[in-house]
C-alpha cells in the first residue's frame, strides 16, 4: 500500500495560522441552523457554516430546500462534490473545502437525503433508492456536467450506489476510508419501530458522540472532542431528523456489495492509516475489486483523514482531478 509523504507546500499548522480570517460572528449563520451553532467555537466550521444555503430539488413530486455549499468559482475541470458519512453533514469538510478552494479546484459539499441542514418538515422517504434520486436530481438540477465525487465512510457506499446507476454523471471517484462491505444495517432493520427510535435517541447522546470521536480521531484535546462533538450532531436537533434517522436504518441501508466491481471509473481510494473504525484490509480488497483504481494511505491518520489530516487529503484530491491535465501536458512534443 502507498503511503503519502506530506508536501510542506500544502500544510496547514496545528494552530491554523489563518484562524483569524475564518472568523465569523453569530448574526452571519443561516436562519434555518439550529441556533446551537453559535456555540461552536471552531472557526472553521462557522466560516463553512455561515455559507450553508438551501437549494430547491425537485424530488418524489415535491420541492425539498436542500442544503449545501455552492462553490465560489467555476473551474475548467470537473466539479468536486463532497459528500459526508453516516448521520452527518456538510460540516465535515470544514477544514480541506477551503484548501480545495485555494487550489482553484471547483468545489461543493452537498448534504445527503436525510442528513444535514435541508428542510423535511415534509419528511420524504429516506431510503438508499430515494437518497440516490434526490442526489442526481441536484445534480441535474444545479451542476450538471460529470463530477468528481467524494465519498467519506458510509459516503463512499452513496458514491458507488450513485456512479453505478448513473455513471452518466460521474467522471471520477475518491473513496475515503471507505464503509462498503457492510451489509445495510442488519438486524436493525427488522427493529420494532419503539425500540428503534430509542438506539436513534441514544445515537445523538452526548456520552455515544464523545465516545465516537476517541475512536476516529487520533490524540485529541477533550475541548476540541467536544467542540468537534458538537459540529457533528447540530443536524440531529431538528425536529424531523430522528425519523429520517429510523426511516433509513428499517429500510434495510446500503449494501453495495455487488455493485463494486461494475464501477468502471478512475477511483483514487484514500485510507487513514491508524483507522480503528474500519480495518485497512478492507482498503486493500477494495482496491484489489475496482478495476480502475489507486490507493493512498495517509501516516498517523484515522477514520476520518479530510477532518484529521485536510492538507493531505486535499493534495491527493487536487493531484487525483488534475491527473489527466498532466497526462496530456506530458503527451504534447516540445
Known amino acids: 500500500m502507498f503511503t503519502l509523504t506530506a508536501t510542506p507546500a500544502l500544510l496547514m499548522p496545528r494552530k491554523f495560522r489563518t484562524r483569524e480570517r475564518f472568523s465569523i460572528s453569530a448574526q452571519n449563520f443561516p436562519s434555518f441552523l439550529p441556533s446551537e451553532v453559535e456555540n461552536i467555537k471552531d472557526p472553521f466550521a462557522r466560516k463553512l457554516a455561515s455559507r450553508i444555503e438551501r437549494l430547491p430539488v425537485s424530488f418524489s413530486e415535491r420541492c425539498i430546500m436542500s442544503s449545501c455549499v455552492k462553490p465560489l468559482v467555476q473551474s475548467k475541470t470537473s466539479p468536486v462534490v463532497l459528500l459526508h458519512g453516516f448521520d452527518s453533514s456538510c460540516l465535515e469538510w470544514r477544514y480541506t473545502f477551503p484548501l480545495l478552494e485555494e487550489a482553484g479546484m471547483e468545489t461543493w459539499a452537498v448534504d445527503i437525503l436525510g442528513w444535514g441542514f435541508s428542510d423535511l418538515e415534509r419528511l ?3 431510503d438508499v433508492a430515494s437518497k440516490r434520486d434526490h442526489l442526481y436530481q441536484f445534480w441535474r438540477s444545479h451542476i450538471r456536467r460529470p463530477i468528481i465525487l467524494v465519498g467519506p465512510s458510509l459516503g463512499a ?14 467522471e471520477k471517484l475518491v473513496l475515503i476510508d471507505a464503509s462498503v462491505y457492510a451489509e445495510g444495517t442488519g438486524d436493525l432493520a427488522k427493529l420494532p419501530r419503539a ?3 430509542a438506539g436513534v435517541y441514544l445515537l445523538k447522546s452526548v456520552p455515544l458522540r464523545l465516545y465516537v470521536n476517541l475512536l476516529a480521531f487520533n490524540e485529541i484535546s477533550l475541548s476540541t472532542s467536544i467542540d468537534w462533538m ?8 431538528y425536529p424531523w431528523w430522528e425519523d429520517a434517522t429510523v426511516n433509513f436504518m428499517v429500510s434495510g441501508g446500503y449494501n453495495v456489495n455487488a455493485q463494486i466491481d461494475k464501477v468502471k471509473k478512475r477511483t483514487l481510494i484514500i485510507w487513514g492509516e491508524d483507522d480503528q473504525i474500519i480495518s485497512n484490509k478492507l482498503a486493500v480488497r477494495l482496491h484489489s475489486e475496482l478495476p480502475n483504481a489507486i490507493i493512498r494511505q495517509i501516516p498517523e491518520c484515522g477514520h476520518i483523514p479530510h477532518v484529521e489530516k485536510p492538507n493531505s487529503v486535499a493534495k491527493l484530491i487536487v493531484e487525483f482531478a488534475r491527473e489527466a491535465c498532466y497526462e496530456d501536458a506530458q503527451t504534447i512534443p516540445l
Do not use: K, M, W
Open 157 to 170: 457506499a452513496v458514491a458507488i450506489d450513485f456512479a453505478a446507476n448513473h455513471p452518466e454523471a460521474v
Open 195 to 197: 425500540l428503534a427510535y
Open 124 to 126: 420524504p422517504s429516506c
Open 230 to 237: 458538537n459540529v457533528g450532531r447540530l443536524h440531529c436537533l
